[in-house]
């Protein structure tokens, strides 16, 4: 359990702020996408949004409660959201629903991607600074290359082929209508999808590392 100093309180407030921001640029691009799609489910709870709040409604204890607990309890931040859709709008239409799918991580990528130009542009004009006895970088630094790991780990977690993350319906993009048709049936018709999720987690202890060594190293050498 992290000490409650001063320190660790300051990196407690950016890694929230940056886990509420990322949670919510996701939760409102499925809802986005699956409002142009013909699906207003979500859009109706207004989520299409970048007000929090209606996501915090939606899953209170996903994205306020298990977030802070997790990083007092265990230096790390943990959380969820959801964004409702209709089954049968699905159902008509699954290659739409995988586009909606899809928006979830392609928002955390797109905030990813936002966070290496920060760090680079900052970089480059002397705007970010690091301690020259610690290293430590300023609190500027410190929250762009927050929203670069989180993101990075959302967008890649979530893009998982195991229900309930976005990556299992995403995968219905490389399946024709009927295919698709038969593998919703398949996906939401059993009770697998805890036990999908948990080998998915298990998985992704061992396959994250790599990948965010690699995505580290292609996009901020030097950096971080």
Known sequence: MPEL?????????????????????HEASHALVAKLGGDDTAAKGGQVSLNPVPHVKREPWGMVVIPLLSYFLMGGMIGWASAPFDPLWERRHPKRSAWMALAGPTANFTLMFLAVAGLHLGAAQGWLHSDPVTGRLDFAATTLVIFFSLNLLLGTFNLLPVAPLDGSTVIMLFMGEKTSQRYLDWLR???????????GILLFRYIYGPINTFVSHLLLPGQI
């Open 5 to 25: 100093t001063p320190e660790n309180l300051v990196f407690a407030f950016i890694w929230y702020v940056a886990f509420l921001f990322s949670t919510t640029c």
């Open 189 to 199: 018709g059993n009770s697998l999808a805890m036990a999908g999720l948990l080998v």
